[in-house]
């Protein structure tokens, strides 16, 4: 009788398939570094943000995989609902009624001013800007305060390396680039860095995943996330994180 009942116990677990963790994708920003940006082989994500986004769904028995792509293809693909989510965001009013949003932020972003190093000045405020030609990065989101001031003459660049790169040749007056990607861009090209210094801070904005408003499991991974990052902040999973991403970049 034993061997009948391990036969039968055999024959279920060869028949019966593997329970496997579930899969979700999600696309993220190729070009923000050290928070988000492509593999080497651009094939792959890496940075702070899709760390803290994989081990958060991993806490609810979710696996993540990514799909990279430039941030304004990225935002495109969630507003239509071609893709769950797309990071990283910085809600404003506009795209807070485009998209759904976690309550708890990943993590928090300055937005700085940037100038030529032979600028004397310092602290510099958005009423400086104004009347003066200041880069942003297309499709990229800031302070309502900046973004509603038509003073400032506002102009789109493709990535905030090539803001530096039109500060630098004097094509602007002022970049409108984070603080630590810009620093993060200095730190691997010296010649930036010799021509290029941060004078001004507009903001501090909490960064997010944005979900997908049309797509059919966008509400649902919104709760399903929230869930799991506010999981790995009460267990410590997100502090190590944190202190290992500041560990590489020698903060």
């Keep these: 009788m034993k061997n009948v009942f391990l036969g039968i116990m055999l024959a279920a677990a060869i028949i019966s398939p593997a329970i496997k963790a579930e899969t979700i994708t999600i696309a993220g920003e190729d070009d923000w570094a050290p928070f988000s940006s492509a593999t080497k082989d651009g094939k792959g994500i890496e940075g702070f943000a ?3 986004i994989k081990a958060a769904f991993k806490s609810q028995q979710i696996d993540v995989n990514f799909k990279v792509l430039p941030y304004a293809r990225c935002m495109d693909e969630a507003l239509k609902g071609d893709v769950l989510g797309c990071f990283d965001t910085v809600m404003d009013n506009d795209n807070k009624t485009k998209y759904l949003f976690h309550k708890t932020p990943m993590f928090e972003a300055s937005m700085d ?3 030529p190093t032979s600028s004397k000045e310092q ?3 958005l009423k400086d800007l104004e009347g003066k030609k200041v880069g942003i990065t297309n499709g990229y989101s800031y302070s309502p305060e900046f973004t509603d001031n038509t003073k ?3 102009e789109v660049t ?3 390396k090539s803001q530096f790169e039109k500060l630098a040749a004097e094509r602007i007056s002022y970049a409108a680039v984070f603080g630590m990607p ?4 200095l730190k691997s090209d ?3 860095a010799s021509k290029i210094k941060k004078i001004g801070n507009i903001s501090t904005d909490k960064v997010f995943l944005s979900f997908s408003k049309v797509h059919k499991d966008g509400a649902k ?3 399903v996330f929230e869930k799991g990052l506010t999981a790995i902040k009460a267990d410590g999973t997100y502090k190590k994180l944190e202190d290992d991403f500041k560990k590489r970049l020698g903060i």
């Design 50 to 52: 899709p760390e803290i």
């Design 182 to 185: 810009g620093f993060y861009i």
């Design 123 to 125: 602290n510099v405020t």
């Design 190 to 192: 010296a010649r930036l």
């Design 158 to 160: 493709p990535s905030e």
């Design 221 to 223: 991974y919104t709760e």
């Design 113 to 115: 001013i940037w100038g």
């Design 152 to 154: 400032i003459l506002k």
